[in-house]
């Protein structure tokens, strides 16, 4: 890798984290296009590439959702008790999908690019068509429905590597009633919890290939550090920034981050 390399990982791990902090995502749908074109440009083949695209996001995440979380704690928008409901389920389910991947290489790179398209038009949809809904986060919703959403966004994080955010912030607002603020800070809690499971089973991982004489099981350490170290200065001005701004507009620029993801990934399934 050259010097322009790290610099454009570090600019992207910038987006990304700040990205994280703003709308409790864990940075992922900027991480995942990232890490597929320098992992591929690195040498990663296909059978290999969509396992380790998958552990290098959730690894980045481990920090980018860890620094959003904890200044969400220090703004006073934490949610400790909401955020465990929803992580537990999760945790098993993303570990179980992510186990079941590694097993042979049924999860094709194709496979996971329609996965991870029909995702993001989901979100889209969902963001751009549905009207915010006014703040009411002292109606708490009930137990159930946090840990169904924890379950649901396990499987989501270990199919698409975006940490689940992308699933529990839209449903926490639209369907559970919450207000965006709150859905972005217990979203940021749950996502670490995800991402520390699969992180430490990944490190422990075998792959069928090596790219790199720094990389531990999937995790490749010159790729990721760049996107790591850009965490700890944007994730907590994303936070911040968050707290002054009007739900529509963090609506919108959750929907349309999500389009330019969309766009570029549809160019790659239809025209490459």
Not at 25 to 51: E, H, Q, R, T, W
Request: cysteine-free; hydrophobic content about 50%; charged content about 10%.
């Amino acid at each position: 890798m050259e010097l322009t390399d790290y610099l454009l990982l570090a600019l992207f791990g910038s987006l990304g984290a700040f990205i994280s902090g703003f709308l409790g995502v864990g940075g992922g749908i900027i991480y995942i296009p990232v890490l597929d074109f320098f992992l591929s440009k690195a040498g990663m083949n296909n059978d290999v590439l969509v396992k380790g695209i998958l552990a290098n996001s959730l690894f980045t995440i481990i920090f980018s959702g860890s620094v959003s979380s904890y200044n969400q704690y220090k703004h006073g928008n934490f949610f400790p008790k909401q955020i465990l409901q929803t992580a537990l389920p999760g945790m098993i389910t993303a570990f179980i999908i992510t186990f079941l991947i590694k097993q042979g290489s049924w999860y094709s790179k194709t496979t996971f690019n329609y996965v991870f398209a029909t995702m993001l038009f989901i979100i889209i949809i969902r963001m751009f068509a549905t009207k915010a809904k006014p703040n009411i986060s002292n109606t708490e919703a009930p137990a159930w429905q946090y840990r169904l959403t924890g379950f649901f966004a396990g499987i989501v994080t270990a199919f698409s590597g975006l940490g689940g955010g992308v699933v529990m912030t839209p449903v926490f607002t639209d369907a559970m009633g919450q207000s965006i603020k709150k859905a972005s800070s217990i979203s940021n809690g749950v996502i670490p919890l995800f991402a520390i499971v699969l992180g430490i089973y990944n490190l422990a991982d075998t792959p069928s290939q090596y790219i790199s004489d720094y990389q531990v099981g999937f995790i490749v350490l010159p790729i990721v550090f760049p996107l790591i170290l850009s965490t700890f200065l944007f994730a907590p001005l994303g936070v911040k920034t968050s707290q002054k701004t009007p739900q529509h507009i963090i609506r919108f620029v959750f929907a349309s981050f999500a389009s330019l993801v969309f766009i570029k990934l549809m160019y790659e399934i239809f025209y490459k």
